[in-house]
């Protein structure tokens, strides 16, 4: 016999301190009383007030002894009294339930899942009815889908419930996460159970050790070929060429010849054959034209056998191109700066034309003094000084720059000195503007963000396309940036990829920034990310698409390929293994708390049915008739004298 929530120690205690208090309340009780006289004529007003005495003995001592005995039953059910030893309370077993993606391969129309669910159920069979179990959902991460219990339903209704994953198992995280919460239980440690394919993944190979640890093993097909990634890339080489590639492994121990047939917008190319040697892995590439938008889809034959990794779809929308409108009288010098680019649509007019200005992305405004519309992004090429957006507080002569702001994307590259500029105006700039060049009197190429419905504009406060600067290599990478800087999405490399769930390295440019990245999800959502010396490390549990942008590119991350674990896990030396015969604990310990909690609470009802409600409810005519009996001697007595 032994307490479950309370030690002997904390029991007394409480026993002791409210049983005194109670004993205490009985003896002390002090309160006056209601007393009926037949006359106050012989009585006399006393001179000093009465004093009164404590009793010294307990008025109803069977009241108190059912108020003591009901109060050790309440304390007793709430310690939690068992009634046995403590070596047959029960044990806490975790049972971990790999749902990795292993776990969705079909044998004979039923899948690995189902088989553990099986195995698990068999394994319940054998515990004590006493024994708490936890069920932990098992792939990448450790997830409980049950507290401690000894609900058997509970447990089998989440069983039923579990499904098969995308992820590989991290057998170490789910061991040190069962080891805790047994830990966190505070009760006697049962055994960590494991049932599943025991396939982990490459970084979770290391032995993984625990103690009472059990293995069942679910046997799985080892002949398994699937498509590990995917990727198409635009070719910098050509105008609408892209790159494909399709990485596919094969899982088993024998050579296996598989067959990948590929289609972009309902358009298939020829398929691809190839024979994989046991464990190997090797690359499909395509290359392909196109400036539509469309879905590269890649199928591995022979057919699925559950596990969704022989076939990948790659969403690719259609690029939207930058419309330029440039008004100049010398197109020439214009069409080698906007023609190397084609994510540009350039259309030229005259700088004297009288039509309005045309609906277009961006207005190039070459030495005139016509506006923009107030929404359209605009370049100012030495603007007249009455025309110009910006005010001009004077005009330098026979000037150089001396400074580019190389601290914004805007005065990126750009490094020359000392270039000699015949007139170049000096702007006036207000609060959010940003100065890009400088001569020794001040700003002469300014840009302002949008703002209060304005577009962008960028204002040059002399002629970049004539003289020594033509010939300098930061006239083009100033126009270059500043493009860049009104329409970053146009200039940005965009590459789709389809990687595994899990973890994912996504390798730099020598030009990127990691602090520059941004990575969010479908939802725009903000995404951690590590970053590496090689690049940036992202991780996913489930299936989802990510962008990751920086200034140059963007990466459209399509994480849902299952990540195939191609490791096999060894369990530690001592482990034990499959299915254990039926424990037999007989008898078990016996819950006593209920029927204490009844008793006490029959205790105080019976207490207040024989005293309680006597004290109260105590009839006044029968006091009045005690009252005059007790007075009728002594009035005689008064009489006679």
Known sequence: MFFLNLTAGEFLTLLGGLGSLIAALYLLDRSKRKKIVSTLRFWTPSERPQESQRRRRVREPWSLVLQLVSLMMLLLAIAQLQWGSRERRGRYCVLLLDTSAWAAQRLGGVSLLDREKQAAQRYLSTLPAQDRVMLVDADALAAPLTPFTDDRAQISGAMGRAAAGSSALNIQQALAFAAEAQEGSGGDRGEVVYIGPRMVSETANAQAKTANLRVITVDREPRHVGIRTASVTPNPNA????????????????????????EFAGTAFAPRAATLEGGAETAIQYNFVTNASGQFVARLEPGDDGMADNRVSLEMPKRDKLRVTVFTDRPDAFRPLFGASSGLTVRFYAASAAQAVPSADLVVLDRTSRAARRDQASIWIDPPREGSPLPVKTVARNATVKNWNSETPLGESLHARDTPIPVAEIFQTFDGDVTVGSVAEGPVVVARSRSEGRGKMAVIGFDPLSGDARLELTTPLLFANLLRWISPD??????????????VDIPLDDRERADRIQ???????????????????LFSSAPSVLRVSSEDRETVLSMTVPDVAAFEWKAPAGSADGIPARFRLSPGVLDLWRWLALLGAFGLIAEWVLFGRRRILRPPA????????????RENELVSR
């Open 490 to 503: 146009v200039f940005r490399s965009v590459d789709f990829v389809a990687e595994r769930v899990g973890v």
């Open 622 to 633: 029968r006091n009045a008739r005690r009252t005059r009996e007790a007075l009728e001697p």
């Open 239 to 262: 105008e609408g060429a892209w790159q494909a590639a399709v990485a596919v492994k094969n899982y088993g121990p024998r050579p296996a010849v598989i067959r990948l047939n590929t």
């Open 519 to 537: 990575v969010r999800d479908q939802r725009g959502f903000s995404i951690p990310f590590v970053v590496t010396k090689q690049g940036i490390e």
